[in-house]
């Protein structure tokens, strides 16, 4: 099975702030990549696929990009509802794995 | 939208049965596949399974030879079945769509049901 890496684990950040999560795939997935984000109590919503295409009716301060092994989500100017668990999936190959998460809170 | 429903407790050794009721649209319908994603308490997300209209199935290894999906067409829902169970597969258990003809991942998901196995 593909393993997803993700870094870092934890975060911490101010609103207003830009952070930036990675996530590495243990072989070549092209761009067959996924971002969600999870709250408390909450499903997983879907943000970005396609390693880079935003999902409709999602924030553009949302972004992610690469391809390969290597990737990364970005925020940018952080509002409070942005502080939740985002997870990385990937869907090239059975079976789809996920990262195993960053839980971005308020510093 | 999608619902999961079924038991939320279930006994050691016993079969965990859930249906995940699909509304707003077909779950016949060309582009996507239906799965189930589960997370235990306070850990991440795992894929257990997916399933087309047709019935071509794929299964996580680490739950394979436990887990049966299947798909109703005419009811449009989907179900999963995984015996044998144990304290382990205490989760909430989430249905979902995946778009494979856009390469969306799961893009629509239920809001997931607890099964507590415990005697």
């Known amino acids: 099975a593909i393993q997803m890496t993700q870094s870092p684990s934890s975060l911490s950040a101010s609103v207003g702030d830009s952070v930036t999560i990675t996530c590495r795939a243990s072989q070549g997935i092209s761009t067959a990549l996924a971002w969600y984000q999870q709250k408390a109590g909450q499903a997983p919503k879907l943000l970005i696929y396609d390693a880079s295409t935003l999902e409709r009716g999602v924030s553009s301060r949302f972004s992610g990009s690469g391809s390969g092994t290597d990737f990364t989500l970005t925020i940018r100017s952080l509002e409070s509802e942005d502080f939740a668990t985002y997870y990385c999936q990937q869907f090239n190959r059975y079976p789809m794995t996920f990262g195993q998460g960053t839980r971005l809170e308020m510093k | 939208q999608l619902q999961e429903s079924g038991p939320g407790l279930v006994k050691p050794s016993e079969t965990l049965s859930l249906t995940c009721t699909v509304s707003d649209g077909s779950i016949s319908h060309s582009n996507y596949y239906w799965g189930w994603i589960r997370q235990p308490p306070g850990k991440g997300l795992e894929w257990i399974a997916s399933?087309?209209?047709?019935?071509?199935?794929y299964y996580n290894p680490s739950v394979q030879g436990r887990v049966t999906i299947s798909v109703d067409t005419s009811n449009n829902r989907f179900s999963l079945k995984l015996n044998s169970v144990t304290a382990a597969d205490t989760a909430v258990y989430f249905c979902?769509?995946?778009?494979?003809?856009?390469?969306?991942?799961?893009?629509?998901w239920g809001r997931g049901t607890l099964v507590t196995v415990s005697a």
């Open positions: 979902a769509r995946l778009d494979y003809y856009y390469d969306k991942g799961f893009d629509i």
């Open positions: 399933i087309y209209h047709s019935g071509s199935a």
